[in-house]
């Protein structure tokens, strides 16, 4: 399985950026799907996720409200809807992809893509 991420880059506070990720590969593996990110100097943390074929989600308390995870399973992409933008957002996201038999963690990871929000 191979993940890409896109679609950052840099806005002003109040704003809004849709990322997304194309899956592919064995996409028939694939349980459930996550959006990370990384700040700079702070620990990588989970922000969305969303079971790829029922489409349940659930958010990180710090986007909950202004985030919105979706797929579109027929183009094997997963996107992240992003409104209202806070300089607190800025960090490099990224794309995550699990298997069923994974659990709690994630088994493949694209690349990043990075966000800055300006104040």
């Known amino acids: 399985v191979q993940l890409q991420a896109s679609g950052g880059g840099l806005v002003q506070a109040g704003a809004s950026l849709r990322l997304s990720c194309v899956v592919s590969?064995?996409?028939?593996?694939?349980?459930?799907m996550g959006w990370f990110r990384q700040a700079p100097g702070k620990e990588r943390e989970f922000a969305a996720g969303i079971r790829w074929n029922s489409g349940t989600t659930h958010y990180a308390d710090s986007v909950k409200g202004r985030f919105t995870i979706s797929r579109d399973n027929a183009k094997s992409t997963v996107y992240l809807q992003m409104n209202s933008l806070k300089p607190e957002d800025t960090a490099v996201y990224y794309c995550?992809?699990?298997?069923?038999?994974?659990?709690?963690?994630?088994?493949?990871w694209g690349q990043g893509t990075e966000v800055t929000v300006s104040s």
């Open positions: 995550a992809a699990a298997r069923p038999e994974s659990g709690v963690s994630y088994d493949y």
């Open positions: 590969g064995r996409t028939f593996s694939i349980y459930r």
